[in-house]
């Protein structure tokens, strides 16, 4: 299936689409001043360290403190059994006040600050640089044993004799020849010398190396046989990718276009309304019926419902068949929304064994395409499917919103009757404890006329039991919770 890369970039954010067949499958964006951090290195403080986490916290000159743990500072020791991990102890490793060359694995995220490790790594087009490592792995996208092998011997062949430096191959490099996997090796030498050379230089909270711009880390990791054409609608930023492209993709250069269109770029394929539905909580499906998304700190969780899906046949193929056009909803969803973390899907319960492996295999299938790392449990007995999608930045909810400040996040508000009897409790606590002639009660217009019309009788009762009169205001700037009772 054929797919394109729109790329939209003005003086304050820079987005990048990734379209499948006519729809939006990926977006991923930057903003003026809010740069993701993942991939840059910096030279660190140790300012706290804390034996019962296994963790150490260092400033790097970001806004919150950056997190370190034990277990991100060990590569895997090849003499361990499979399976067998040696973490040593944080304290054996820092000390408050030590100076430490570090990477940035986790953006930050709501409270929490960014996630770092020191197993240092640079990526280029064909190969990731592991510095002062020895291992050779392969990308496990590239499924064919042989040429997994052949790329191996490459590698092994090619780097230098004293093994200094480790290698993963990335899917890209599939089907490559020597020359291209040698003028990666040659460049990404030159990137570890000058970020050694910046590391003996720089003060703490200093970067020494920043990963590229968001378009061109999209040419680099991104461009592949399927990708028809990249477009662009910025003159400056096309031509830096013609400029990158020439150097390291030579062969696409062809492929990246000036787009000068009379529409907005990512008013093609309807992006602007896809992302406007990725952040709503309900997502229609073709059938009639709907997906039901809920984020939460802990984890995500999503609901499919049949909706106004009747079917032609019988009550179990419309709940299989609901089932299956979610499970592939779903996967597109998660990548559209970068959701991350422990995800609970609660599929409808099918009574056919059948019709289960088939849900599942179609769900599986699906997240083939996702950039990032899953695991997905099997379908329970209660028909939910529990899994994990690795979490590297925030989702594009927690990116593009705020929380709302009239319910404070919680999505409902307390009911007009509700707001209601909370005033005339008020109002009681008010006249036992002050002296008043008369009170008044602002609030807002739904409330107050919840009062006037529905409690009137209530109100009347309240007078004669404090001995004083209530008069009653609208505010209309007020949000529904929200009132004042005032002493006259």
Same mark, same amino acid.
């Given at each position: 299936?054929?797919?394109?890369?729109?790329?939209?970039?003005?003086?304050?954010?820079?987005?990048v689409?990734?379209v499948?067949?006519?729809m939006?499958?990926?977006v991923?964006?930057?903003?003026?001043?809010r740069?993701?951090?993942?991939?840059?290195?910096?030279?660190?403080?140790?300012s706290?360290v804390?034996?019962?986490?296994?963790?150490?916290f260092?400033?790097?000159?970001l806004e919150?403190?950056?997190?370190l743990?034990a277990?991100?500072?060990?590569r895997n020791?090849p003499?361990?059994?499979q399976?067998?991990?040696?973490?040593?102890?944080i304290a054996e490793?820092?000390?408050?006040g030590?100076?430490v060359i570090?990477?940035?694995i986790?953006?930050?995220?709501?409270s929490?600050?960014a996630?770092?490790?020191?197993?240092?790594?640079?990526?280029?087009?064909?190969?990731?640089?592991?510095?002062?490592?020895?291992?050779i792995?392969?990308?496990?996208r590239?499924?064919?044993?042989a040429?997994?092998?052949?790329?191996?011997?490459?590698?092994e062949?090619?780097?230098?004799?004293?093994?200094?430096?480790?290698y993963?191959?990335?899917?890209?490099?599939?089907?490559?020849d020597q020359f291209?996997?040698?003028?990666?090796?040659?460049?990404?030498a030159k990137?570890?010398?000058?970020?050694?050379e910046?590391?003996?230089?720089?003060?703490?909270?200093?970067?020494?190396?920043e990963?590229?711009?968001?378009?061109?880390?999209?040419?680099r990791?991104?461009?592949?046989?399927?990708?028809?054409?990249?477009r662009?609608?910025?003159?400056?930023?096309?031509e830096?990718?013609?400029?990158?492209?020439?150097a390291?993709?030579?062969?696409w250069?062809?492929?990246?276009e000036?787009?000068?269109?009379?529409?907005?770029?990512?008013?093609?394929f309807?992006?602007e309304?896809?992302?406007?539905?990725?952040?709503?909580?309900?997502v229609?499906l073709k059938?009639?019926?709907?997906?039901?998304?809920?984020?939460t700190?802990?984890?995500?969780?999503i609901?499919?419902?049949t909706g106004g899906?009747?079917?032609? !046949?019988?009550?179990?193929?419309?709940?299989?068949k609901?089932? &299956? /056009?979610?499970?592939?909803? =779903?996967? $597109?969803?998660? +990548?559209l929304?970068n959701?991350g973390g422990?995800?609970?899907?609660d599929?409808?319960?099918?009574a056919?064994e059948?019709?289960?492996?088939?849900?599942?295999r179609?769900f599986?299938r699906?997240l083939e395409?996702?950039?990032?790392k899953?695991?997905?449990?099997?379908l329970?007995?209660?028909?939910?499917?529990?899994?994990?999608?690795?979490?590297t930045?925030?989702?594009?909810?927690?990116?593009?919103?705020v929380?709302?400040?009239?319910?404070s996040? !919680?999505?409902?508000?307390?009911?007009a009757?509700?707001?209601? &009897? /909370?005033?005339?409790r008020? =109002?009681? $606590?008010?006249? +036992?404890?002050f002296?008043?002639?008369?009170?008044?009660?602002?609030?807002?217009?739904a409330?107050?006329?919840?009062?006037?019309?529905?409690?009137?009788?209530?109100?009347?009762?309240?007078e004669?039991?404090?001995?004083?009169?209530?008069?009653?205001?609208?505010e209309?700037?007020?949000s529904?919770?929200?009132f004042?009772v005032?002493?006259?």
């Open positions: 299936m054929s797919e394109e890369i729109l790329i939209n970039a003005t003086p304050s954010e820079t987005r689409a990734l499948e067949g006519g939006l499958q990926e991923w964006l930057e903003r003026d001043g740069f993701g951090h993942i991939g840059s290195i910096f030279k660190g403080t140790v706290r804390l034996p019962g986490l296994q963790a150490a260092v400033e790097i000159g919150r403190t950056a997190f743990h277990s991100d500072m060990t020791d003499s361990l059994e399976g067998e991990t040696r973490v040593p102890l490793l820092l000390r408050a030590q100076q570090v990477q940035v986790k953006d930050p995220m709501g929490k600050g996630r770092l490790t020191t197993n240092l790594s640079i990526p280029s087009r064909f190969l990731v640089l592991l510095p002062n490592c020895e291992t792995g392969v990308s496990i590239i499924e064919d044993q040429e997994r092998d052949r790329l191996k011997q490459l590698v062949t090619l780097r230098p004799p004293d093994h200094s430096h480790g993963i191959i990335r899917t890209n490099a599939e089907g490559v291209a996997l040698a003028a990666d090796m040659s460049y990404l990137v570890w010398q000058t970020v050694q910046r590391a003996g230089q720089a003060s703490s909270g200093d970067c020494i190396y990963e590229l711009s968001l378009p061109l880390r999209a040419l990791d991104m461009m592949h046989a399927n990708i028809e054409r990249v662009i609608d910025s003159v400056a930023v096309f830096q990718a013609q400029k990158f492209a020439a390291f993709i030579p062969a250069l062809n492929r990246i000036a787009y000068d269109g009379a529409r907005p770029i990512f008013d093609l309807g992006i309304d896809e992302l406007d539905t990725a952040l709503r909580r309900e229609p059938s009639g019926g709907y997906l039901v998304f809920d984020q700190e802990a984890m995500t969780t609901d499919v419902n899906f009747v079917g032609s !046949r019988n009550q179990e193929d419309t709940i299989y609901t089932n &299956l /056009e979610a499970s592939q909803a =779903i996967a $597109r969803q998660l +990548r929304r959701l422990i995800i609970i899907i599929f409808i319960d099918m056919d059948e019709h289960k492996r088939q849900v599942m179609s599986s699906a395409r996702d950039h990032a899953t695991g997905v449990s099997e329970s007995s209660l028909g939910l499917v529990e899994m994990t999608r690795k979490r930045t925030e989702s594009l909810e927690h990116r593009l919103c929380t709302c400040p009239t319910c996040g !919680r999505g409902t508000l307390k009911s009757e509700t707001v209601s &009897l /909370e005033i005339f008020e =109002i009681l $606590r008010s006249g +036992r404890q002296e008043a002639t008369k009170l008044m009660v602002l609030a807002a217009p409330v107050v006329a919840e009062v006037l019309d529905e409690q009137s009788g209530v109100v009347a009762e309240l004669e039991l404090i001995g004083r009169s209530i008069r009653f205001q609208t209309e700037q007020y529904q919770e929200q004042d005032v002493l006259l």
